[in-house]
T-cell receptor, first 116, second 111 residues
Framework: EAGVAQSPRYKIIEKRQSVAFWCNPI?????LYWYQQILGQGPKLLIQ????????DSQLPKDRFSAERLKGVDSTLKIQPAKLEDSAVYLC??????????????FGPGTRLTVL | QKEVEQNSGPLSVPEGAIASLNCTYS??????FFWYRQYSGKSPELIMS????GDKEDGRFTAQLNKASQYVSLLIRDSQPSDSATYLC???????????FGKGTMLLVSP
């Protein structure tokens, strides 16, 4: 079974530029998550999708971050404009279910973003 | 504010020993608990999930959950140098599937 796919793996941009990340979840997984992981920290949830609807985006900095999952499968996360503090690894994860139990999440390889 | 606390380590154990990793959480209604292993420069890998009080064993790994004490732990028996990694504890948030992660405990297993 193929895992979660992400691209690109690495991205270097200047501050105030824009960047987009792509994620394709495990086949059949209805729920998709985007996390931000800063060095030395655990992943922090940015947004959760159930099919193509947003379940939780309470920690998404909406003035600069946006995400979509138009057809309920793959998803894009965009940052515009980027700040230095956005330098982090952006992880996509998916799970079969979206309820409070038995919702094991599986992560993709991540995109390492460096903002100069 | 939901919190998940872990000792950052590093926790150093010799090869063949038992490594014990601990995690406490603040949200009393949390229902799902997970341990992820993260090698340096890699993404988190799910190694254990536990949903009810008690122990759950999978190979060399045992997860222990005590909801009354809001405490979850991971035991690694017969530790190997390949177990050297950061171990992340994750707890679901108040009836939803979103997870809060701890900062992780670095484990170093010396040959």
């Amino acid at each position: 079974e193929a895992g979660v796919a992400q691209s690109p793996r690495y991205k270097i941009i200047e501050k105030r530029q824009s960047v987009a990340f792509w994620c394709n979840p495990i086949s059949g997984h209805a729920t998709l998550y985007w996390y931000q992981q800063i060095l030395g920290q655990g992943p922090k949830l940015l947004i959760q999708f159930q099919n193509n609807g947003v379940v939780d985006d309470s920690q998404l900095p909406k003035d600069r971050f946006s995400a979509e999952r138009l057809k309920g499968v793959d998803s894009t996360l965009k940052i515009q404009p980027a700040k230095l503090e956005d330098s982090a690894v952006y992880l996509c994860a998916s799970s079969l279910e979206s309820g409070p139990s038995y919702n094991e999440q599986f992560f993709g390889p991540g995109t390492r973003l460096t903002v100069l | 504010q939901k919190e998940v606390e872990q000792n950052s380590g590093p926790l150093s154990v010799p090869e063949g020993a038992i490594a014990s990793l601990n995690c406490t959480y603040s949200d009393r209604v949390s229902q799902s608990f997970f341990w992820y292993r993260q090698y340096s420069g890699k993404s988190p890998e799910l190694i254990m999930s536990i949903y009810s009080n008690g122990d759950k064993e999978d190979g060399r790994f045992t997860a222990q959950l005590n909801k009354a004490s809001q405490y979850v732990s991971l035991l690694i028996r017969d530790s190997q140098p390949s177990d050297s990694a950061t171990y992340l504890c994750a707890v679901n948030n108040r009836g939803y599937s979103t997870l809060t992660f701890g900062k992780g405990t670095m484990l170093l297993v010396s040959p």
